[in-house]
């Protein structure tokens, strides 16, 4: 399973750190993502990593802001958050796909499939006021 943390209420320009806790599966195998779902719109993929090769990807929305990590140790995946503003408030959700050949880093953050992942959280909110 994998068990999202560190979401809450800041100010437009402040930082939040993400935290993706994985259990039961070995990070390496998979492709990591982190997406965000707003009231009435679509799963947006905000990151999407496959750590075996460290190919990453962001949403334009969030690039040069947003940076994805991991910490194999602890089998977390962190999505440090800095810049936000008030249209990053969402919900925030980890999910993994295990790797499979022909799949892409930027094709699971472009056409998010939350039903078709291995694993996927119930995700922690972000609440960014102006």
């Known amino acids: 399973q994998v068990m999202e943390s560190g979401g809450g209420v800041v100010q437009a320009g402040g930082s939040l750190r993400l935290s993706c806790i994985a259990s039961?599966?070995?990070?390496?195998?998979?492709?990591i993502g982190w997406f965000r779902q707003a009231p009435g719109q679509e799963p947006e993929g905000v990151s999407c990593?496959?750590?075996?090769?460290?190919?990453?990807y962001y949403s334009d929305s969030v690039k040069g802001r947003f940076m994805i990590s991991r910490d194999s140790a602890k089998s977390t995946v962190y999505l440090q958050m800095d810049g936000l503003k008030p249209e990053d408030t969402a919900k925030y959700t980890c999910?993994?796909?295990?790797?499979?050949?022909?799949?892409?880093?930027?094709?699971?953050?472009?056409?998010?499939?939350?039903?078709?992942?291995?694993?996927w959280g119930l995700g922690t909110q972000v609440t960014v006021s102006p």
């Open positions: 990593f496959r750590i075996r090769d460290e190919n990453t």
């Open positions: 039961g599966f070995t990070l390496e195998n998979y492709v």
């Open positions: 999910g993994a796909d295990l790797i499979k050949p022909g799949g892409t880093v930027q094709g699971m953050c472009i056409s998010p499939a939350p039903h078709a992942y291995d694993y």
